[in-house]
């Protein structure tokens, strides 16, 4: 079955440390990965997408994730947090053509002062 | 903003009873999801419109029916409800076609059954 994994359901990290937040999907020849970010009270905004290309792509607020294909992983790191990037964070998937976004269950960042 | 709207942004409703909800997606996406976000399943994609037509049907129970109508807007109808149905109910909305085409989300629907 089509499935994504991420490891962690919580993660606490200091302000100003590296952060990264695992996510692993089931095997298939082709798959459009994102990141998605739901601020407290709030939908869920995109933060990255890979779709082709360079298998390591960036968002504006400094995140980054990298496509590894025979791991069947696209972890997302952010070198230093701040406060304001505690929120949850969901990794999804695209299977094949326009089939809808399987999510993994999200894990929650927390950044402590 | 995402450009997608979802009213209202909250219920209260007892079980048993029957709600509406609705979305109206960017202006020009074709496409309509429903998902329901709840603490144990995650978020669970329920069904899919396209232009007016059934796409794709996820984990929609039978008591859960929506449409999608000319002006593209969508309404998601749970009846029946019971305690369990109470979750954060999302509807997201992307263009017309291309494989991986990004999907905007609404603020959702935080329906609680008492």
């Known amino acids: 079955a089509q499935s994504v994994t991420q490891l962690d359901s919580q993660v606490p990290v200091f302000e100003e440390a590296p952060v990264e937040l695992r996510c692993n999907y089931s095997s298939s020849v082709s798959v459009y990965l994102f990141w998605y970010v739901q601020y407290p009270n709030q939908g869920l905004q995109l933060l990255l997408k890979?779709?082709?290309?360079?298998?390591l792509v960036e968002s504006i607020n400094g995140f980054e994730a990298e496509f590894n294909k025979s791991q069947t992983s696209f972890h997302l790191r952010k070198p230093s947090v701040h406060i304001s990037d505690t929120a949850e964070y969901f990794c999804a998937v695209i299977y094949s053509g326009n089939t809808p976004l399987v999510f993994g269950k999200g894990t929650r960042l927390s950044v402590i002062a | 903003d995402s450009g997608v709207t979802q009213t209202p942004k909250h219920l209260i409703t007892a079980t048993g009873q029957r709600v509406t909800l609705r979305c109206s997606p960017r202006?020009?996406?074709?496409?309509v999801y429903w998902y329901q976000q709840s603490l144990d399943q995650g978020l669970q994609f329920l069904i899919q419109?396209?232009?007016?037509?059934?796409?794709a049907k996820g984990n929609i129970l039978e008591r859960f029916s929506a449409q999608q109508f000319p002006d593209l807007h969508s309404e998601l109808n749970l009846s029946s409800l019971e305690l369990g149905d109470s979750a954060l109910y999302f509807c997201?909305?992307?263009?017309?076609?291309?494989?991986?085409?990004?999907?905007?989300f609404g603020q959702g629907t935080r329906l609680t059954v008492v």
């Open positions: 890979y779709l082709s290309g360079s298998t």
């Open positions: 997201a909305s992307s263009a017309e076609g291309g494989e991986g085409t990004e999907a905007f």
């Open positions: 202006s020009g996406d074709l496409s």
């Open positions: 419109y396209y232009n007016g037509e059934e796409r």
